[in-house]
């Protein structure tokens, strides 16, 4: 922390701050200045509340300096975390790619869904069973149905599955059928839902938020990790702007900002991002451009049935092209890039 | 549903569309402009998904006019609601101030604020028993002892609790103790907690989410609603922008965009809203001018010993200050309103 | 400046960072901690570019402290500026209303508009002779005409006239006309028009931009001091967010944020804050009660036929309304006030 | 224009509209729906103002639906434009690399950084002589005396100049230099300046304003046009949201967006985009991805003694680094995409 004084602070006020960093038991660093003096802390274990201080008179402003997560950060593991689920794994030296439809609808849509992208070499496959919908009166999901149709899905193709849970109740359900847990944007800071993923074996993916920084994502991934569950992996979706061209802003520099801070795996979903079918493989091949360890897609054989989110649903030949287009692009990365930090 | 096709659609094209329209058992509207043609849809009972049609050859933009919410709607019931809490009510003629800190943290402190808020003339009284905190290591709240705290608070003085539910877990328990329930703006699109206080019956605050566009927001109330408690009072809390003097971005206006939509009462946090003290008494009385029904805010009488959010608390002194204020601002406002529809 | 070093950074990158802050003159404080050291820097005159530092091994972050501005703020001058104009005045203690149509029209539009809010009691008309729109294709202002017929409303009513500067090469024609230069929000950081309408005599009202933080636009008005002209009125009217029920985003917070920092007035534009005539009323009441020296608003006799910006132009009884309102409420801030900062 | 009613508005008040309409020489199409009445409008030449609409009784919303651009669409120009800039080229089949320091600060460092990045075979050189800096006590550009070295640049290397002209009065000068003139994203919405480089013969590239639109950028991009200068390069450099953890969020969907809607190159700053240097590399690649003509970034051999944006010039290594991977996957783009279309 770093309180900066008003340059009219009197002396008594000075000390006063002085005394109070004194009083909390840390060492105050004093640093006179031509204009303003300014007060380094330290002997701080972790964060300290700017609100100890900015109430103080002569105190024009308390900056934080400490980030506040240890488990997530490379600070504490320098190596990139590998998230394996069974024989597969998300991070390391693969591309994980992610496909499949919005939501479960039907056995024969999922099948055929199903069909579609194992045939294209995807090693995880994505699909509602439960639907977080803005409106009360949307498609909500087909529950424990949907559940087991996933299930087939996993026997019949081998494929690893990435599946949503909602809430508290469903998580044993969905630890049950699912290989991959994933949290969505709207619940990044249920906290409540994070502990308990956290208390959960498989592997979780959360997705951030639609307003959430940077901080504010790996702290969500904290609370997970605090919980004795590290097998997390970081997911982004696009952020809320004011740009109305697409539905969501991706926001693709998180990539690498992740990276720098945070041993975890980090992904990108340009369908949820863009919200357009035409934006999803432009912006899939930027996401691997940019250095993302996988990438999720929604993928339809009829999205002109899709119960959700049909206008951003790739068609079989787009998901061939995005295929295609995108292993190219991660050839070239995999060979200028340096090994994984290990 | 308003379809716009390209300048150079073909005839055929827009056949295709027209059919599929009929196709669903709606009613197109074809209209041929010089450069391009519409076509409007009625005939749909709710709003129509617009990935029905923006895949089809020829096809531009589909652009939705329906809106999607009904019971939270003032089309659907004319007059203001008046929550009734209790002898209290939020809505109506009388302006509802709820005040507290932010958190209860010992007995002492939570009784020493109930009298200083009481002595203004109160009669709402804040405190998290259950705190969502952005970090798993910031404190989380007394739980259960808390709530006893606060009902003892209710005990002494007859203010009516309000304090903030997390999970479904514990709405049972929480709504054992509270007069008013919170949804707080990280769960604002927590689709199962908002369905389990709708099985409720205590009146439910919900705060909008730090990316809540209006519909979102009437949306998550209409959630609630749909499930049978239809005593719901929405609260603007900030929103997130790039701007930094603040630690949220308040938006007045949706105080009367909810009004021209919504029969819901509104209420407005400045604490959450700003973040900063010394922001927290202007920002009521706009908000009290902007003619919302309430004003949330936070006191603490020792903001330097607060476990939360300790720099947006107002001091004694600033709290009666504020009530002066927006007490006289109030009558202004109430003298030269139209009286509440009925 | 405040530097923050990696936990793992070494005793030799420490020391260069030392050496390299000492070679300019500056004074380093180091303040090891438990964690990683930091370094404090004093001795400069003005702020630090991060660019120095940021790229040197073992530097995790550095942190700028100095504030960037002078002339604009309250650390130079601690009583209010009052921006006289004649014998009218912009900050003090009037309610300074700027009113009138967004552009100056016709002559009989003007005139009947004038009339309208000079029986009022507005001492202050503004209207459009240059007016910057989105498309080339829209009505641009009648230019040296629309001067004239402004300058027809001051004689005729006494009212002084605020209108828009486009480009330098009409600061010329448009200081001659006007009694207040406007500079629009698109022009915010147009550098070379601030430095030109600086070394006018007439006093300048500076729109705050778009996405402009609140260091952006009192540097923005540094520009205009630094070059001599000190006579500035700050405008807030709003900013982009992703929120959709209004135009923009009025972020009235901006009121008291500047009035802390800076001695200039500063009003507010709820017309192009809102966009839409139904919400200026309340948003005008909001911005007084938040502390604004003034408020603007767009006003039309006819807004059907407007050519610009008719949705938001207040209907004369609208006008009216607003008036009597925003009086009322003025007077209660007015003594609930401490007198203006001297 | 779509006009949606209330849905209790009265039969007369809808035949008010429909008279409005028809009054204004435009053709209602009247769709009465089972809770509203909607109706279309066809017959106008270009977008029509709501506000002629949107205060009529009984009117609830009025929708824009045609699209304000003309010269910069698709609609006008199928096949792609490429910017011929002498014999090099932005747009068509080569990735246009534009790089240099952010200002010519002096002969030496120019040459230096000119020398590097031409030895990779850069064909366009920028460097700003006239800077805008949000500080006036900021450096602001050498003047003449910097056109006057990136003059010896192009004789000395042959690479064509790319400079930013900040106002009117120095476009002539700038033109004179320059082989493209680069309008900042400041700038966007001067729309002075916008007409004054449509007057001028060399291609100008317009840089996305913070806070632009998609339609917006477009619009400022037809007002060069409709002046009669067609060579316009779009260029996205990053919006501003509430994201922290780069100084700008780069939107690269628009590059999509704007192909969709628009025969105008775009290429990516992923320099101002991120401003952070370690960002720039997997940016710049990601920018190449998503299928930008070009890329435009900042290169120092000395940053540390940058007088601007320091912190987000590239090294020589990493420079000569980014070449290479960007290079590789435009290749894999390159073959991946059909032929421009023509």
Redesign the interface.
């Given at each position: 922390m770093?309180i900066?004084m008003h340059?009219?602070a009197t002396e008594d006020q000075i000390k006063a701050v002085l005394d109070?960093i004194t009083a909390l038991g840390l060492k105050p660093?004093p640093?006179?200045?031509?204009?303003r003096t300014?007060i380094?802390i330290?002997?701080?274990?972790?964060?300290i509340?700017?609100?100890?201080f900015?109430?103080?008179p002569g105190v024009a402003e308390a900056?934080r300096?400490?980030k506040?997560?240890?488990l997530v950060s490379r600070?504490l593991k320098h190596e990139d975390s590998v998230i394996k689920v069974g024989d597969a794994a998300i991070g390391g030296l693969d591309l994980a790619i992610i496909a499949g439809p919005c939501a479960v609808e039907t056995r024969d849509q999922t099948m055929e869904i199903a069909e579609l992208v194992y045939s294209c070499g995807v090693k995880f496959f994505r699909g509602g069973a439960f639907k977080?919908?803005?409106?009360?009166?949307s498609f909500q999901g087909l529950g424990l149905e949907g559940l087991k149709i996933l299930d087939e899905v996993r026997s019949r193709f081998g494929m690893k599955i990435v599946t949503e849970v909602?809430?508290?109740?469903s998580v044993d359900l969905v630890e049950e059928y699912a290989d991959v847990m994933q949290i969505g944007a709207?619940?990044m800071?249920?906290?409540?839902?994070l502990?308990r993923v956290g208390q959960a074996r498989k592997p979780v993916m959360l997705k951030r938020g639609?307003?959430a920084?940077?901080?504010?994502l790996l702290?969500a991934a904290?609370?997970i990790m605090?919980e004795g569950n590290y097998n997390v992996v970081l997911c982004e979706r696009g952020?809320?702007?004011?740009?109305?061209?697409?539905r969501n802003?991706?926001?693709?520099?998180?990539?690498?900002?992740v990276q720098?801070l945070s041993h975890l795996p980090i992904i990108v979903d340009p369908s949820h991002?863009?919200g357009r079918?035409?934006?999803v493989i432009?912006?899939a091949?930027?996401?691997?451009?940019?250095?993302a360890n996988g990438v999720m897609v929604e993928v339809h054989t009829h999205?002109?049935r899709?119960l959700?989110?049909?206008?951003q649903a790739l068609?079989p030949d787009m998901f061939r092209?995005m295929m295609?287009?995108i292993t190219?692009?991660y050839r070239?990365?995999a060979?200028?890039r340096p090994s994984p930090r290990e």
């Open positions: 770093l900066v340059p009219d109070a660093h640093m006179p200045g031509a204009n300014a380094g330290t002997g701080n274990a972790g964060p509340d700017p609100g100890n900015d109430y103080l900056i300096v400490t506040p997560f240890k600070d977080p919908r803005t409106s009360p009166y909602l809430d508290n109740e709207r619940n800071q249920n906290f409540s839902l502990k639609m307003s920084t940077l901080d504010e702290l904290e609370y605090a952020v809320r702007t004011f740009a109305d061209h697409t802003t991706m926001d693709l520099s998180i990539v690498p900002a720098a991002g863009t079918r035409d934006k432009p912006l091949r930027a996401s691997v451009a940019v250095g999205p002109e899709a959700s989110d049909g206008p068609l092209q295609a287009e190219a692009i070239v990365i060979e200028a």
